[in-house]
């Protein structure tokens, strides 16, 4: 099944306070609450759209697919892109030893003049 994890999206941002962020950015309360908790079961695609918007990400980033021990998907199946797991874990950031941050810093930095 397919889950959002719109808080662990906008966690990787640098933004804090999802509830308070989505409602600046125009979401009714329900919404924002919903998605602030990641307790969403459908979606309007305008939603969706706006998420990517506010959040410079895809669908897909906001995504992730958990077929709950049934129906085994083989490895190169398109789903298995979205693995939670995909996702970089904070306590792994934050227990970098510092000249290991500091390269993971130059590594991001070249990542994004590669962008630009």
Do not use: W
């Amino acid at each position: 099944m397919l889950h959002l994890q719109v808080d662990k999206v906008m966690a990787m941002r640098g933004i804090k306070k999802s509830y308070s962020y989505l409602m600046k950015m125009g979401f009714s309360h329900d919404i924002a609450k919903r998605l602030s908790t990641d307790k969403v079961s459908h979606l309007k695609m305008s939603h969706l759209s706006k998420l990517c918007e506010v959040l410079n990400c895809t669908p897909n980033d906001l995504m992730y697919y958990d077929n709950g021990g049934n129906l085994p998907l083989g490895a190169e199946h398109e789903l298995r892109k979205l693995d939670k797991e995909r996702f970089v874990d904070d306590d792994l950031i934050k227990n970098l030893p510092l000249d290991k941050l500091q390269e993971l810093r130059s590594y991001v930095e070249r990542l994004k003049n590669e962008e630009g």
